[in-house]
């Protein structure tokens, strides 16, 4: 479990190749993430099938690509474990078995839902079991992980709350094993007797003032253990608040920044606008894009002033350039001192900068598809490793280890 509240999970839909928004709205963050976690990064395919069940040939060339692109943005296999939902079929046990106790309501009241019921509704029949349940789905690619952390913007945080409510309700049923509090006092009292004092108070001032100050500080205190086994330790974090062993822990959501990146039009960049570039679109066309951008209407001529916050332009110098050159910009446009292709420009050459280094990566990936094809291999194995593991404490939590 100590390693687990380090791990990191995070995943996507495979719905084609990645544009910028994608790159600084997530790759960047997985980048990050990974020199300084346990990072499982994994493709969703399953969950393409919720709005795409109709026709899923497309989804396997989405995957591929997709991969390449995450290899790419910078995401590297010596870092991270990288893996395809679909090839680890422990996901699906789990979810069948979370949703055997998940209550109809707490899946009908996700934001998210309600949002593409609305959005998409009149494009795609989406009253089908797999859409309505895919927030367990969500939650068992987490749970099966026992990850600690999931990086997630805020529209994402209700999924974690879920996750979290479903892990407390599993626990709650399955880890009140027979003579469980006799066993977590013996627990107890093998942290010594300055260990078990401070452990006893921590848990106290928790349950009964609600102190998160010492919840954390008896978990801290759990993680110094070395004489603890396993099950000892999982009792004792499920005693601290009350309730029966931990055998799925509750993760933590890690809330992004919120990055969105403008397209060509100003307008969020997205496929569904046709406003995107995409990670490793070729620079001739980078180029006619940005240089032929809308600009702000009221510079029909070029000795016309302009206002950069009323230009679209100036939306992608927010994300791309310093704050000399934002100055630079607005001094030029407002008093028309610069043109818009003055202002483009460096625009331009900052794109391509960034995106020059994803091409190169990218370049090993295409001509070699065996080698991205052995690194997912390599990452579904280590991923079905934990996956057993799991399985294993979640069958024997619920009386299903019979032979």
């Given at each position: 479990m100590l390693e687990a509240q380090n791990r990191v999970l995070s995943g996507m839909r495979p719905t084609g190749r990645l544009h910028l928004g994608h790159y600084h709205g997530?790759?960047?963050?997985?980048?990050?993430?990974?020199?300084?976690?346990?990072?499982?990064?994994?493709?969703?395919?399953?969950?393409?099938?919720?709005?795409?069940?109709?026709?899923?040939?497309?989804?396997?060339?989405?995957?591929?690509?997709?991969?390449?692109?995450?290899?790419?943005?910078?995401?590297?296999?010596?870092?991270?474990?990288?893996?395809?939902?679909?090839?680890?079929?422990?996901?699906?046990?789990?979810?069948?078995?979370?949703?055997?106790?998940?209550?109809?309501?707490?899946?009908?009241?996700?934001?998210?839902?309600?949002?593409?019921?609305?959005?998409?509704?009149?494009?795609?029949?989406?009253?089908?079991?797999?859409?309505?349940?895919?927030?367990?789905?969500?939650?068992?690619?987490?749970?099966?992980?026992?990850?600690?952390?999931?990086?997630?913007?805020?529209?994402?945080?209700?999924?974690?709350?879920?996750?979290?409510?479903?892990?407390?309700?599993?626990?709650?049923?399955?880890?009140?094993?027979?003579?469980?509090?006799?066993?977590?006092?013996?627990?107890?009292?093998?942290?010594?007797?300055?260990?078990?004092?401070?452990?006893?108070?921590?848990?106290?001032?928790?349950?009964?003032?609600?102190?998160?100050?010492?919840?954390?500080?008896?978990?801290?205190?759990?993680?110094?253990?070395?004489?603890?086994?396993?099950?000892?330790?999982?009792?004792?974090?499920?005693?601290?608040?009350?309730?029966?062993?931990?055998?799925?822990?509750?993760?933590e959501h890690m809330l992004t920044e919120a990055s969105v990146m403008p397209g060509v039009d100003g307008q969020k960049m997205s496929k569904s606008y046709g406003n995107q570039i995409m990670l490793r679109e070729d620079t001739d066309s980078v180029n006619k894009k940005i240089r032929t951008m809308t600009t702000d209407p009221a510079r029909v001529r070029r000795t016309d002033p302009g206002d950069p916050d009323k230009c679209p332009v100036f939306k992608l110098h927010e994300v791309y350039s310093d704050e000399d050159r934002k100055q630079w910009v607005r001094e030029g446009c407002t008093s028309a001192g610069i043109g818009c292709l003055d202002c483009k420009k460096p625009l331009i050459d900052a794109v391509l900068e960034e995106q020059q280094p994803m091409r190169e990566r990218a370049l090993q990936y295409e001509e070699n598809p065996d080698l991205v094809r052995s690194i997912v291999a390599e990452g579904c194995e280590t991923a079905r490793t934990i996956a057993r593991d799991t399985l294993e404490d979640v069958r024997n939590a619920m009386g299903l280890d019979y032979n």
């Open positions: 997530v790759l960047k963050n997985w980048v990050r993430l990974q020199h300084e976690y346990e990072c499982m990064f994994f493709v969703a395919d399953w969950h393409a099938l919720t709005t795409h069940y109709e026709d899923p040939r497309v989804i396997e060339d989405n995957v591929w690509g997709m991969l390449i692109d995450w290899l790419a943005s910078g995401v590297n296999p010596g870092s991270a474990t990288l893996f395809i939902q679909s090839r680890v079929p422990e996901h699906a046990e789990l979810h069948l078995l979370l949703s055997m106790i998940t209550p109809l309501p707490w899946l009908e009241r996700v934001p998210t839902y309600k949002d593409q019921v609305q959005r998409l509704g009149n494009e795609r029949d989406l009253t089908n079991y797999g859409f309505l349940g895919y927030p367990v789905l969500q939650s068992s690619d987490i749970l099966i992980y026992k990850a600690g952390r999931v990086p997630v913007g805020a529209d994402q945080v209700p999924h974690v709350e879920l996750t979290r409510e479903l892990a407390r309700r599993f626990n709650h049923l399955y880890g009140r094993e027979p003579g469980f509090e006799e066993l977590a006092e013996d627990a107890i009292r093998k942290l010594g007797r300055k260990g078990a004092k401070r452990y006893r108070d921590f848990r106290k001032a928790f349950l009964e003032q609600g102190n998160q100050e010492s919840l954390d500080n008896a978990r801290a205190l759990l993680q110094e253990q070395q004489n603890l086994s396993m099950g000892d330790r999982d009792r004792l974090y499920g005693y601290l608040e009350g309730g029966g062993k931990v055998i799925l822990p509750e993760p």
